[in-house]
């Protein structure tokens, strides 16, 4: 774009602000959806029925999980010892890092 076009549609944007402002939720919104759907499907190819990591890696093999302390990466951690893995945990909080290693010592 020409810095003459720039300047008349910044003019443009003042005089009407709302229109910015649509134009930034529908840009905000097809982010959002895009960022749904990669983490839709990054689910269902890890945790669909059927796939098992003890066929593919062996019971006993080491998993890596990184944000151990709560969330996601706290019920991966508990769902990969529950299935027999030896489970690294990674976290910034130490102290909610032992309480999810005592968990997953209580349910073993």
């Given at each position: 774009m020409s810095k003459l076009r720039l300047e008349?549609?910044?003019k443009y944007v003042v005089k009407h602000p709302r229109v910015a402002l649509g134009i930034s939720a529908v840009?905000?919104?097809?982010?959002g959806l895009k960022t749904l759907c990669i983490l839709k499907n990054s689910f269902l190819a890890l945790a669909r029925r059927g796939y098992?990591?003890?066929?593919?890696?062996?019971r006993?093999?080491?998993?890596?999980?990184?944000?151990?302390?709560?969330?996601?990466?706290?019920q991966f951690c508990l769902s990969l010892a529950q299935r027999g893995f030896?489970?690294?945990?990674?976290?910034?909080?130490?102290s909610k890092l032992e309480a999810v290693e005592?968990?997953?010592k209580a349910q073993s």
């Open positions: 008349e549609l910044e840009a905000l919104g097809y982010v098992s990591l003890q066929e593919r890696y062996g006993g093999s080491w998993a890596v999980v990184t944000g151990a302390s709560d969330g996601i990466g706290k030896n489970v690294v945990l990674v976290a910034r909080n130490r005592s968990e997953i």
